[in-house]
């Protein structure tokens, strides 16, 4: 097995209690339609200075399930049941965070679990500078005077390794990269146990996206906190986090280590997942891809909602009661499954053919004739 | 023998040539723009390339490397500082609301972002109906409809009235960019231009359009060029892969052999950069801390190899001379003057190969 740079902190804290845990969690949006089942009873455990990746397509209820963990959702959305508990290391005790008053939230919310959002040109306000929206934070959740802020929000920059200089800056004025890095910052402005990144690098291109990553699980190693960290990209996702969770049409279909969930996936769903991404390296696959789109979420049927474009649908999947079962013979004890008709062994099976890899036969890594004389 | 590659015409033998004839040829284009108070960006220098029928060319680099300019210069929205373009033999002018029809007739683009490119208001057969109108105006009432039932079904939307009848919110990322494809084929292009497709669209589904692209390439003898930041979708889709860094070419060649073995020491970095399932660990092991970290001034004003402040193996020379692209085998070339050590093993079989070609 080859050891990802977080391996030993993830492994080593999951003897612990969770210093996130979500359970039997569910959020519906009323609308005029139905009630769209965005989170349907789904338990998510995060523990101290690890990383949980959370994997889905988009309206798999991924974003909704870590917004409404920290509720964050508006109306229509609400959140019909569950509990999400935080126990932070600065607190008495375990808290409740649905049971709450809203006024009692502000002290939780970034304190200790703070949010690096997707959109960062959004995220940030266009028209202050990077120092003031900065010092918003530190002033709104820290009691620090002037010259201390001041030297927070610098310390902050460092961290992150953008100049001080770049504290005149407004927005517009930064890159993609430093954008998404001034995000990052603000979040660990308070210095907070939990961080959620919601697809922080999906609108950057790959290596900007490598730097981000790595200084994301350098931080983490340096300050101990936790990630949720969301994107539809697996492939990261194997990459990056101890552990890997996957949610489907609002549901967790599988969890396990990150290891476990490359090469022994065994929902049908993550496996189409797995099959989906070109690599770069080794023998070109062919690649399959998972057909057909997601399902609507209002009135959804009983059973499996990934049976229309499953290809090892039976009769049986529409009464599946989508609990989450342990991976028979799985060495990895958290490896679980909504599916308990197919498993890791189970070969992939594609529903429609479709074409696999476009290009012809690959040339030959020697295509100059050799001693050619002209 | 101790010679240096040679520097190469730009056009060198294109592995998409095995595919069809010549559509369109990129000559030299260059493309600057003025940015007040004098000064210039050179957005693209000195690009070129050509484009087969019934063949993929992939334009891989980072944002603002200058491949969507590229792609714009392609399809007449961006008027070229110098260079030149041809279609099927001849000198691309585009002069006048009438000659600039013509020529989208021919020359067709796909953009990034599906949820912009649609109308909101409009349905998806009001989408289809105007390209057909516009492009093919003798088509009766009857034969319109059987056009639009043809186009969406081409791109995989069946039951096709229902998905005509469609607004653009009611579809998911990837049936909007289907959609998007289907109004570009209204036009019966022989040229398509398809800018990041994919990349706004969720892995699952990328590929299915990346398939329908492909299965339309092969139907239509369509010359493709896909334009990505993802060099690995780009070894399974594209026949050439060009590599751009801030505006010039840095290294092209066959997708399989320029991924394998890549010999810029940019390319090398991107192909590093991207995950990789099959080696865990391995994107974020890769290239030390500031190898790939972006530099204060923009890329385009750099002296020399623009790519020498984040390069590892710069020199002297690299501060003070831009490199051409120096042949690396009949259709590989790359734009470095160390290639000898970004890239031993592809230079010595250059070497081996093609020493013939050089003595000429």
Known sequence: MTATPGDEIGTGALTGEPVLEITNFSVVYRTAGGDVHAVDKVDLALHPGEVVGLAGESGSGKSTLAYGACRLLRPPALITGGSVVYRGRRLAGPVEILGRHPDELRELRWREIAIVFQSAMNALNPVLRVRDQLLDVVEAHLKLSKDEAAERIGSLLDLVSIPRARLKSYPHELSGGMRQRVMIAMALATDPEVVIMDEPTTALDVVVQRDILAEIVELKEQLGFAVLFITHDLSLLLELADRVAVMYAGRLVETGSSDEMHHDAAHPYTKGLLNSFPSLRGPRRDLAGIPGSPPDLRGLPPGCPFLTRCAYGTEACARVDMALVAVAGSPDPTHVTACPFVLPSTPIKVLSTVAPGAAPTPTPTAPAAPGGGA | ?360
């Open chain 2, 1 to 360: 023998m101790a010679v240096e590659p040679t520097p190469i015409p730009a056009v060198v033998d294109s592995p998409a040539a095995r595919r069809g004839p010549l559509a369109m040829e990129a000559i030299a284009l260059c493309k600057d723009f003025r940015l007040g108070r004098g000064s210039v960006l050179s957005a693209v220098k000195d690009v070129s390339f050509n484009l087969y029928r019934s063949a993929v060319v992939a334009l891989v680099g980072e944002s603002g490397s200058g491949k969507s300019t590229v792609a714009k210069l392609l399809a007449g929205q961006e008027r070229l500082t110098s260079g030149s373009i041809r279609l099927d033999g001849r000198e691309v002018d585009v002069k006048g609301t009438r000659g600039f029809r013509r020529y989208k007739s021919e020359v067709q683009y796909v953009f990034q972002d599906p949820f912009s490119s649609l109308n909101p208001v409009h349905t998806v057969r009001y989408h289809l109906t105007r390209p057909v109108r516009l492009h093919q105006p003798h088509k009766s009432a009857h034969e319109l409809d059987r056009e639009l039932v043809r186009l969406i079904e081409q791109v995989r939307l069946t039951p096709a009235q229902q998905f005509l009848a469609k607004y653009p919110h009611e579809l998911s990322g990837g049936q909007r960019q289907r959609v998007a494809v289907a109004r570009a084929l209204a036009a019966g292009p022989s040229v398509l231009l398809a800018d990041e497709p994919v990349s706004m669209l969720d892995v699952s589904i990328r590929l299915e359009l990346l398939n329908v692209l492909d299965t339309l390439r092969k139907d239509f003898r369509l010359a493709l060029l896909y334009i990505t930041h993802d060099i690995a979708s780009a070894r399974y889709f594209a026949d050439e892969v060009l590599v751009m860094y801030a505006g010039h070419v840095v290294e092209r060649g066959p997708a399989e052999d320029l991924t394998q073995s890549p010999a810029h020491p940019y390319t090398q970095l991107l192909v590093s950069s991207s995950p990789d399932p099959d080696d865990l660990g391995s994107m974020l092991r890769h290239g030390g801390k500031g190898s790939a970290r972006q530099v204060g001034e923009s890329p385009a004003s750099v002296q020399g190899c623009r790519f020498h402040p984040r390069c590892p193996f710069a020199e002297e020379r690299c501060r003070r001379e831009s490199p051409p692209l120096l042949t690396l085998g009949p259709s590989r070339a790359a734009a470095c003057w160390r290639l000898d050590v970004t890239a031993p093993a592809v230079v010595a079989q250059a070497r081996g190969g093609g020493e013939g070609e050089t003595t000429s």
